[in-house]
């Protein structure tokens, strides 16, 4: 198997950089286009690039100069000079300021492509527009050639030595064409006086708009006060009159006329109540529904967050101490294990909501935090509710903490008829573990695998008119394994026997279909994939986390519940091995250089991410490394990271298996290297190696 291409050794250090490839539009320089530009270029000294002028000679006309990466590239071996005592000033620059190696890097190219622009222009230093030109980190080069004396600034004040000036603002770039005329005119929806090219509206009403639109109910209708037709409405208001009445008070509101403005009025808030000023936190009264410990409940019903959940921060009960004291620590959560932007900002206005409204004394309904998050604004409840239960100020509530394979079970089983979904739960009730004979019982997720192999044939049997199992008999069995071939036949042999035995056992039943059939043995030949697709598999992987999946896949031969069971603990780099924990056995591997490299790099990745993180599984995600019940990583993962390649990991792992088979010819080989069972070597075998399973002639 290829699996070594486009990850030769001089790739693996430095470390990839992560995050986007363009910042603020701008290119970046990774390291791995280095050697690509090594190779595809073997002189670095383009004499067409930037080529150098006699010194002093003034140019005819100044012209801006497009610089990119690219032209970094071509010039990296050019002498330059004064580069040796630019570089120096930039280490000082690093120790002053903390920037990274891999920064000063960053800087160092910058800095020659100043100073080439330099020697392209015939001066003596950098003119301080040809910063405007270059890509990247535009006011640390501006800072080191200050320092090195190196540049000319338009106008130098006396104390412009060793400090960072701001950079002049950059020419406005002219739109290629004639360009429209800014006209005046009245805006139709708030009637301001406003300048512009082709605009109908002003820019304020045009965002009022779209926001009432996407997080308000809002819709186009009449204004009550002004009783103007199809404009953007909040509480029966358009934007024009909000604003009249918040400048001019609440005895705007029975005015006939309305404030003529020049130029587009100031945005008013538009979340919750009409209110005359933004009154200070300080000025906030609590809330009158501040819950009580101990309190008990007269009877039971629903909130309503919906009209909450609109207003801004401004507009909520001021925060009690112990509330304080609770977004308090909840920020220390965030910044301890290093939450993103997007959800950290969701669950600390969830948070505030509820204890500006209810207070931080009592444990808090779940039923409440679900309420909240249904009204779908901008509120995120999973974390808050993990956060509540950690510290005990959450009241769990019975129906959210529910199985959802059970939930997924109930809701299947109501669109069967009631005669088949009953002997079905039947069934489930078996393998459970709570029939008549008491056995381990399995979870709700090995129960609705079983369903999902199941759902089909009872669907074929319901749309053939059968109304209840007792109506099954051999030949309909038979006739639903024959349906399939290989392993899906297996299964369904499998299910079927494990339906009709239970229901035989709680004497649902009288007789067994199943009883006494045979499987017969799997003749399918496991897929081989051709060796020009498995050529730079590795190279589609997006991070390292997609790397180490492949290479578990790909060399290993893991299967998606192996991996997704892998704890932390199992990985032991000092002694090169990894250990696949199975019910009943374990399964060492012992790692070779690349999964080495790979595992290595993941747990740097792991660490870095979520340093604080305690779940304990090997690989988790941004969802799991925050998830209080250490839950491991879903199964659509590993589908997301094997979609690039255009191949299924069931493939990849077969085809493996199969390529060690054809290497050798010995099943017990294949049992040690992958930890897979004795029937399932021979089946490899077999499939390499035809020759070897002819019957002798007698």
Request: hydrophobic share 40%.
């Amino acid at each position: 198997m290829l699996l070594y291409y486009g990850l030769a050794p001089t790739h693996a250090q430095p470390l990839k950089k992560y995050g986007r490839r363009t910042v603020g539009g701008r290119e970046r320089l990774h390291w791995v286009e280095h050697i690509r530009a090594a190779a595809a270029a073997p002189t670095r000294d383009d004499p067409a690039v930037l080529p150098p002028t006699v010194r002093g000679q003034l140019p005819l006309f100044s012209v801006r100069r497009m610089l990119s990466i690219d032209i970094c590239r071509r010039i990296l071996q050019r002498p330059l000079a004064g580069y040796a005592e630019a570089v120096e000033h930039t280490a000082a620059f690093a120790a002053e300021t903390g920037i990274s190696k891999p920064m000063q890097r960053k800087l160092h190219e910058m800095l020659r492509l100043a100073l080439a622009v330099r020697d392209a222009d015939g001066d003596d230093l950098v003119d301080e527009m040809v910063l405007n030109d270059i890509p990247n980190y535009v006011r640390s080069v501006r800072a080191i050639l200050l320092c090195a004396g190196m540049l000319r600034i338009w106008e130098e004040p006396p104390e412009a030595q060793g400090r960072i000036q701001p950079l002049p603002a950059r020419p406005p770039r002219r739109r290629p064409g004639p360009r429209r005329r800014a006209t005046p005119r009245s805006c139709e929806q708030c009637g301001c006086w406003f300048s512009a090219e082709s605009l109908a509206v002003c820019m304020p009403c045009a965002g009022f708009a779209r926001l009432e639109r996407t997080r308000l109910e809002a819709s186009m209708g009449r204004c009550e006060r002004c009783r103007r037709a199809g404009l953007p409405l909040v509480d029966g208001r358009c934007r024009g009159c909000r604003t009249h009445v918040a400048t001019h008070g609440r005895g705007a509101e029975t005015q006939s006329w309305t404030q003529l403005w020049f130029g587009p009025p100031l945005q008013v808030r538009v979340h919750g109540p009409r209110t005359d000023d933004d009154r200070p936190a300080s000025a906030r009264p609590v809330s009158e529904h501040l819950a009580v410990p101990g309190q008990q409940t007269l009877f039971e019903m629903r909130r309503d967050w919906r009209a909450v959940a609109k207003l801004g921060r401004q507009d909520l009960p001021a925060l009690t101490d112990s509330a304080e004291r609770l977004l308090a620590d909840l920020d220390s959560v965030i910044k301890e294990q290093g939450w993103t932007k997007d959800p950290a900002t969701k669950t600390r206005r969830t948070l505030r909501i509820l204890v500006s409204w209810l207070g931080a004394d009592a444990p808090v309904l779940e039923a409440d935090i679900q309420a909240l998050v249904e009204t779908r604004y901008r509120v995120s409840g999973r974390r808050v509710t993990q956060f509540l239960e950690a510290r005990g100020l959450l009241t769990p509530d019975p129906e959210f903490r529910r199985d959802t394979h059970q939930m997924r079970l109930e809701e299947e089983l109501a669109a069967l008829p009631e005669p088949i979904a009953q002997e079905l739960r039947t069934w489930i009730k078996v393998v459970r573990g709570e029939g008549t004979w008491a056995h381990a019982g399995r979870s709700y997720r090995s129960i609705f695998r079983y369903f999902h192999v199941l759902k089909p044939i009872i669907q074929g049997w319901i749309a053939d008119g059968v109304e209840s199992l007792r109506e099954i008999g051999r030949d309909d069995i038979e006739t639903a394994i024959a349906s399939r071939k290989g392993t899906p036949a297996r299964y369904i042999h499998i299910v079927l026997r494990n339906v009709f035995r239970a229901l035989r056992q709680e004497r649902v039943i009288f007789r067994d279909p199943t009883r006494g059939l045979v499987f017969a043995g799997i003749k399918t030949i496991p897929p081989s994939v051709p060796s020009d697709r498995l050529a730079g598999i590795l190279s589609h992987a997006k991070d390292d986390f997609q790397r180490f999946v492949m290479v578990l896949v790909c060399v290993h031969a893991l299967s998606g519940t192996d991996i997704r069971r892998l704890l932390l603990t199992d990985l032991d780099l000092s002694r090169e091995r990894l250990v696949v924990r199975r019910h009943g056995k374990r399964h060492i591997i012992y790692l070779d250089e690349l999964t080495y490299r790979c595992a290595s790099a993941w747990i740097r990745e792991r660490h870095r991410r979520w340093p604080a993180t305690t779940n304990p599984h090997l690989l988790i995600n941004r969802w799991t490394a925050v998830d209080t019940a250490h839950t491991s990583i879903g199964t659509n993962t590993f589908s997301a990271v094997f979609r690039p390649t255009g191949l299924k990991m069931p493939t990849l792992r077969q085809d493996r298996i199969l390529d060690e088979a054809f290497e050798v010819e010995d099943p017990l080989h294949l049992m040690r290297l992958f930890g897979i069972a004795a029937h399932t070597a021979m089946r490899y075998i077999n499939a390499a190696h035809p020759e070897r399973t002819a019957k002798l002639p007698r």
